[in-house]
């Protein structure tokens, strides 16, 4: 394979305020090579690929495109230069045709300036044409409503194919389709290859990279770890670059003395979301939820903080069953939950920093109702401090403050209820190091206290380097549970993507 | 070491003093009150008869009503729903005194029995939203046609105009030998105690809280459907509280009775710089745009300009009201972005 590359990066950096989110990577991808980018949530990758897209500017380096230096300014910029993306969630208008989709942004008009009315049945025809390239079997006319996920998705990649695109990025596009449905994937993939396309293939299915693509680049931390030929790789070769070897002194894992259990959770079920959950959780103890989005650990914590209904099954609390219809319940009860979302759940970016810490305290602070505005202040003001928010006063609205400084907020407004159980759902995403590390000691401090943790994370060193136990899941059943000592990142990334033949190890 | 804490502490204080002042002085319900106080100067030169203590007085009676309406609009519009009902349930609310009061019953039964109307037809808005989840513009639209319906169905071309003698006190009469309307003061009770509920207790602040983030409330642990529930419920009363002053006052029931207050009562909560997605606003805004719109059309109907003209400027009111916040919010955001690319080329430099 000699050919030059049709798409070049050289020495990309990105920075957002307090995050290098890239650090002078380098990718290159030739016409006619399927590529996998291969990387943990947070690695760079969607980063890259929104530079690639037109998306984001680097903050330095180069894209050369067939040669040249291109400079993207919008997403449309790409899009005409024949770059184009399918996203893992479709992003589509399911009130609309097939037809309405796929040509949505570029209609085909009528007239020879190409500026008459809509021309409805080229559009038409065309998409017929396309959608029997794909050998998907819908009508042009069909409402995308109608459509089943898998068919969705397929409609996602004729669209892609209708701009005659010369680069194809595909993030995670089998993660909602059956076996089946990845071979026909697989097909189109195959042809579009051989049509000398270039295509760039996310997954964090390792089965799917060795059996589609050619070549790979791993990211980790915004940096660049190996790439090669998917033939020379294997497995364990890649697993590897993607977690690191050496879990780095951000984790400091304090002793602490693992005490009697205070939850335990019998054969939990929500149906659709996960099956037959069981585990318990000692006084003291850090217990990890490890897998990959969707594998359903959000799901079980919300049952857990009475956020949503369990079809079936028992948690105890301190030896008694316990079934919470409202999160003020499981507040009472001692649980304080740190949703996945800081912004949609966490906090209110509007209301003051003090008035965030305060929020899950309003009942306990007032008087028959009346709030109680100094009480207020000295516990935020107190929880301010203990947990280091930086800020220009309590009274700034925490919109105003960094993504980290948020999420301290969130943090002291949930430790200020005093909990016995503490579930943090990925309590570092997209947090600078330095806010990381200052996240991890509270959460050693607390085990240290005897309170119980669980840490939900997609992020494998931050689970391998402070968990007691790790929970894996995988499309919403439990694959495995590790002890701190036997727990190695190959193992656990096995579980969560429930490699055939390791589940019963 | 301490001593230079201390200064420090000081300095934020003077600087956080300095920008509570200069926030209050451009704040929006400070630009509506400079408004008020411009109107009263204006028609005071423009008519002799403005700035009589007893016509303004009196003047109170034609806004007080719709002033209630919006006191409790403000909850429902905070949380981020929207009430179009009130003045269907105003009409309900009088037709049901009116028939009382056919049948022989006594000026309290009457209020208890529109108060409670009022309440009930609040109570149905609120059950529709939070328990069956439709969507608070859809179930008010519905009501609206259905409340004012019932009415109409029944009352066709009549009116109840026969009403306990005692009655007329809530819409006429005014406290003890003085000039000032029983409605005029009522209303201002009621302003200080919604003031009080939504920003001195619990209740109000968990409805900023729902205005800003329903899912973010909810994860925090507060009832959002029960609140949500209770502001329709006390919505409901308060148009009853209205029907009982206007019934009162005018000494009739016919179908068509407050039409179109419902937008009046939004139209006030808006001005008054209340959000209409939620979240934001406060009392004060509202009361003063209450009193600015009251004394406006009282001022203009003395210079007898025609009722359109006063229509068209309250139009005009409420595009400003929404626009001037957007324009501050928009000066705001620039700002910011450019103090973020600042930052982020120190950061550069730095590394």
């Known amino acids: 394979m000699n050919t030059k590359a049709i798409l070049e990066l050289k020495d990309i950096s990105m920075y957002f305020p307090g995050i290098k989110a890239l650090d002078s990577v380098d990718f290159s991808i030739r016409p006619g090579e399927v590529h996998a980018l291969i990387g943990e949530n947070g690695a760079g990758k969607s980063t890259l690929v929104k530079i690639i897209t037109g998306v984001y500017k680097q903050t330095a380096g180069q894209v050369l495109l067939n040669g040249e230096e291109t400079n993207f300014k919008s997403a449309l910029d790409a899009q005409s230069a024949g770059i184009t993306a399918i996203h893992q969630e479709a992003s589509m208008f399911p009130e609309l045709s097939v037809t309405e989709n796929i040509f949505m942004g570029h209609h085909v008009k009528k007239g020879a300036s190409g500026k008459g009315p809509v021309d409805w049945k080229t559009m038409r025809q065309r998409t ?53 449905e990845v071979e026909d994937l697989y097909k189109i993939i ?39 030929n998917v033939s020379d790789a294997t497995i364990s070769s890649i697993i590897n670059m993607m977690v690191g070897r050496s879990l780095d002194l951000l984790y400091p894992k304090g002793e602490s003395t693992i005490g009697d259990v205070v939850l335990e959770v019998e054969n939990l079920n929500r149906t659709g979301y996960f099956k037959n959950i069981s585990f318990n959780l000692h006084k003291g103890e850090i217990l990890g939820f490890f897998g990959l989005i969707g594998a359903g650990r959000t799901e079980v914590m919300r049952v857990l903080f009475g956020i949503d209904k369990a079809s079936s099954g028992e948690v105890r609390l301190n030896g008694k069953p316990v079934s919470f219809t409202k999160p003020k319940k499981a507040m009472k009860a001692g649980i304080a939950y740190i949703p996945e979302d800081r912004h949609e759940q966490g906090t209110i970016l509007d209301m003051s920093i003090a008035d965030n810490i305060t929020l899950p305290n309003v009942d306990e602070l007032s008087h028959f109702g009346i709030l109680d505005e100094k009480a207020e202040r000295s516990l935020a003001e107190d929880f301010a401090k203990k947990i280091e928010i930086k800020s220009a006063g309590l009274n700034m609205k925490t919109s105003t403050l960094s993504g980290g400084n948020q999420q301290k907020v969130v943090l002291a407004k949930w430790l200020s209820t005093g909990p016995e159980i503490l579930i943090l759902d990925e309590p570092t995403k997209g947090i600078d190091v330095g806010t990381k590390a200052r996240v991890h000691k509270i959460v050693s401090d607390m085990a240290a206290e005897g309170k119980a943790i669980i840490l939900v994370s997609s992020e494998l060193p931050e689970v391998l380097g402070m968990s007691d136990r790790i929970v894996v899941m995988h499309e919403g059943f439990v694959t495995s549970v590790f002890e701190r000592e036997e727990a190695d990142p190959d193992k656990v990334m096995l579980a969560a993507i429930a490699q055939p033949g390791d589940e019963s190890a | 070491m301490s001593d230079n804490l201390v200064r420090q502490d000081r300095l934020i204080d003077e600087f956080s003093f300095k920008k509570r002042i200069s926030r209050l002085f451009s704040s929006w319900e400070f630009i509506l009150f400079l408004t008020l106080v411009g109107i009263f100067i204006l028609f005071s030169f423009i008519s002799p008869y403005f700035m009589d203590y007893f016509n303004l007085m009196n003047a109170s009676l034609s806004f007080a009503e719709k002033s209630i309406l919006a006191l409790s609009m403000i909850f429902v519009i905070l949380s981020g729903d929207i009430d179009i009902s009130v003045a269907s349930i105003l009409a309900l609310s009088s037709f049901a005194m009116g028939n009382a009061s056919v049948k022989g019953a006594g000026s309290g039964t009457l209020v208890i029995i529109g108060l409670a109307t009022g309440l009930a037809a609040g109570i149905v808005n609120g059950f529709l939203v939070t328990k ?47 000039v000032i309307p029983f409605e005029f003061v009522f209303f201002l009770v009621l302003a200080v105690l919604m003031g009080f509920i939504l920003h001195k207790t619990t209740y109000g602040r968990k409805l900023y809280a729902i205005g800003n983030s329903a899912s973010a409330s909810r994860f925090s642990g507060i009832n959002v ?7 329709f419920a006390v919505n409901g009363l308060f148009a009853g509280i209205a029907a009982v002053l206007l019934t009162s006052r005018i000494g009739s029931t016919r179908p068509n009775i407050a039409t179109g207050w419902e937008l009046e009562a939004i139209t006030l909560v808006v001005l008054g710089g209340v959000a209409i997605t939620g979240g934001k606003g406060n009392i004060f805004g509202v009361v003063i745009a209450s009193l600015l719109v009251g004394y406006l059309k009282f001022g203009m109907a003395l210079v007898n300009l025609s009722a359109k003209v006063m229509v068209i400027t309250t139009g005009a009111l409420l595009i400003t009201a929404v626009l001037v916040p957007m324009l501050l919010e928009i000066a705001k955001a620039k700002q910011k972005l450019r103090s973020q690319r600042s930052e982020l080329k120190l950061e550069r430099k730095a590394s």
């Open chain 1, 190 to 228: 195959r042809r579009l290859r051989d049509e000398g396309k270039a295509i760039i293939f996310i997954s964090h299915k390792f089965e799917e990279i060795f059996d589609i693509c050619d070549t790979y680049t791993v990211f980790r931390d915004g940096q660049l770890i190996g790439d090669g």
């Open chain 2, 132 to 178: 069956i989840k439709i969507p608070s513009i859809a179930v008010t639209l519905a009501t609206l046609s259905i409340f004012r319906g019932i009415s109409q169905a029944i009352l066709r071309d009549n009116a109840y105009t026969h009403y306990p003698l005692k009655f007329a006190y809530f819409g006429q009469g005014y406290i003890g030998n003085s």
């Open chain 1, 128 to 180: 017929r044409e396309l959608l029997d390239d794909i050998e998907l079997d819908i009508s042009p006319d069909a409402l995308v409503k109608s459509l089943g996920v898998a068919q969705r998705h397929m409609v996602e990649i004729a669209k892609a194919l209708s701009i005659d695109a010369q680069i194809v990025i595909m993030d995670e596009p089998t993660s909602a389709l059956t076996l089946r």
């Open chain 2, 225 to 231: 459907d029960r609140i949500r529930f209770i502001n």
